[in-house]
């Protein structure tokens, strides 16, 4: 492998700079390079985002927030317990850069970076039968905030405790207590000290150029690379470093009840609204151009009148409140004025429900004129390239997570992931870009007397290629715009490299145990329920809890849910695979039966 040489003019194009390199690399040794052994830089050199934020075009830096040694408690409502997350430093900071071009245009950029350093999460190990409102909430103290320069053990403390490693205890006494229900609360280490760091890049409005005191100059199209490349397109990266997790089937339940209902969280009246707005999408998509108007006029002259009876109602108020002014003490006046606050309010009403519903009606139209006028010039001009709108990376280095009992302390398993990433493009025609990741993945079984030690890993890795460009999985999906509704897989496709699997029966129950266990509590409970009752009550109670007859819902209803249901694949790319799968099955069970 040689170097290339120079192209011979400076002014030469990117396409003859290429040939003239094809034409001197055709008398020498035909070397081909390949990206897998040598890349151009690391993975987090290649992140938009982290590129878009590291240039060197920063005017000033706007604002900078700075916390230090800070904790936040986060507590759901399905489940007992709580989690802290502290952090020794979290900062964030606003920097506007230079005007950049975008499609000929002058642009205003604006960039995000923040940082968290010694993150760290906490966990309560078992609260036992005592409710929320009950358990006092033990706060970290600034020795397992703070970041530690060194190891060293310098107190009695440091001696008997649990350290300051991943699945560490936090607690103010050494020892059990006799009663698990009156003993002070325990916190877990569930991920140790490790960095997170995000960056955003966001594009504004257009600048006069006029009004700058340097234009920074249009790019050449002839400098530009034949592929092309991305330009002034908003981009969100969020990294981690090295994640070390240890959690036990109560502080797993307790993260996915805090994802689900706070961070997922939407306000039963904006999701209303939101499922309001997507009927009344779905509804213009299946009519007409010319039928959108009608109830457009139909709203406009309905709100009109309910504002002319609010304004004629207001003028009677007015009059009878004068004459009760006049003959204070009236009950017939004082009645009629009550009645005419009460139909005052009630008209008040009904022209907030209509001004929402015609402003949402008259949003959706709109939104359909502009959908129908880019497909129309899309159709016109097939020659127009697709540009990228908008950019979400989320990656990680590497990642080991043990999963324990329910002390906390004894291993289930261990998962070890590497190079994960995941992308998301939003482009110009709508279509959407899903891109996942994995370099390499473990899975590692530590319960005792286990047949196979190893659950899941590759067969073999690729000869000659580093370790930080393996693939272990790589999953491609583009998602077109909806079409009537209808969301279209335009392509899917999953590489997967050969696998090991080794599974046992022992295993196998115990993962369940750990993923399900809040069902299994549940079945459980039901289980107690309903064993003592008569097969006679069972029956009475199933007869009496029949729900009555669903009313017949429209056909708009019914063909949205149809719609979200169907999911349309064009091209499905599932290269062939032949796993090694090892099956263990327990005790007077045949192998290959695990549950």
């Known amino acids: 492998m040689r170097p290339s040489p120079r192209p011979t003019r400076r002014g030469a194009s990117p396409a003859v700079s290429m040939l003239q390199q094809l034409v001197s690399e055709s008398s020498g040794p035909r070397t081909v390079y390949t990206e897998d052994v040598e890349g151009p830089g690391t993975e987090e050199e290649q992140l938009h985002g982290v590129a878009a934020c590291q240039a060197n075009d920063v005017l000033h830096k706007n604002w900078l927030v700075e916390l230090v040694n800070s904790q936040v408690m986060l507590r759901g409502c399905e489940t007992s317990g709580y989690v802290i997350v502290s952090a020794a430093k979290a900062q964030i900071l606003q920097r506007l850069h230079s005007p950049v071009w975008k499609e000929n245009t002058l642009v205003s950029k604006t960039t995000w970076v923040g940082s968290l350093d010694f993150m760290q999460y906490y966990a309560t190990v078992d609260v036992g039968e005592r409710g929320p409102s009950e358990d006092g909430v033990v706060w970290l103290t600034l020795d397992n905030i ?292 994995l370099g390499n993945m473990k899975v590692t079984n530590l319960l005792p007397n286990q047949a196979y030690k190893e659950v899941l890993q590759p067969t073999e890795l690729q000869p000659h290629v580093p370790l930080e460009r393996q693939r272990a999985l790589r999953i491609f999906c583009r998602v077109r715009a909806p079409v009537g509704g209808i969301s279209v897989k335009e392509h899917l496709e999953v590489n997967l490299v050969p696998i090991t699997i080794g599974l046992t029966h022992a295993f196998t129950r115990r993962m369940l145990r750990f993923f399900f266990l809040t069902r299994d509590t549940e079945k459980s409970e039901d289980h107690l329920e309903e064993e003592p009752k008569p097969v006679t009550h069972t029956r009475r109670a199933r007869r009496s809890q029949q729900p009555p007859a669903s009313t017949s819902r429209d056909d708009i209803e019914k063909m949205k849910e149809r719609a979200e249901k169907n999911q349309t694949f064009l091209y499905i790319k599932i290269p062939e695979r032949a796993p090694a799968a090892e099956l263990q099955g327990g005790e007077g069970e045949e192998p290959g039966g695990p549950e």
């Open 146 to 437: 703070e970041e530690r320069a060194s190891t060293v053990i310098n107190d009695l403390p440091d001696l008997v405790g649990s350290g300051q490693g991943v699945g560490g205890v936090v607690s103010n006494t050494v020892g059990g207590a006799s009663d698990p229900n009156t003993a002070p609360l325990q916190l877990q280490r569930i991920i140790s000290r490790c960095g997170c760091q995000f960056f955003y890049a966001s594009y504004g409005e257009n600048i006069d150029p006029d009004g700058l005191e340097e234009v920074p100059p249009l790019p050449d199209e002839e400098e530009e690379e034949p592929w092309g490349r991305e330009a002034a397109v908003d981009a969100f990266t969020l990294t981690h470093h090295d994640l070390e997790v240890c959690s036990n089937p109560l502080q797993y339940a307790m993260v996915l009840d805090l994802v689900n209902n706070l961070l997922l969280y939407v306000e039963p009246r904006r999701r209303e609204a939101n499922e309001r707005l997507q009927r009344m999408r779905f509804r213009l998509q299946l009519s007409a151009g010319e039928d959108h108007r009608t109830p457009i006029l139909q709203l406009q002259d309905q709100v009109r009148s309910l504002l002319s009876m609010q304004r004629h109602l207001e003028r009677e108020a007015y009059q009878v409140q004068r004459s009760l002014n006049d003959d204070p003490g009236n009950p017939d006046l004082e009645a009629d004025l009550a009645h005419l606050e009460h139909e005052i309010h009630e008209c008040k009403e009904k022209l907030s429900a209509s001004s929402k519903e015609l402003a949402m009606i008259i949003s959706c139209y709109r939104e359909t004129q502009v959908a129908a006028l880019k497909t129309h010039q899309r159709a016109s001009s097939h020659d127009q390239e697709v540009s990228v709108v908008r950019r979400a990376e989320v990656c990680f280095k590497h990642a080991h997570w043990r999963l324990t009992d329910v002390d906390g302390q004894l291993g289930i398993a261990d998962l070890v992931l590497s190079n994960f990433l995941y992308s998301r493009l939003t482009k110009s025609n709508d279509s959407v870009e899903h891109l996942l990741e």
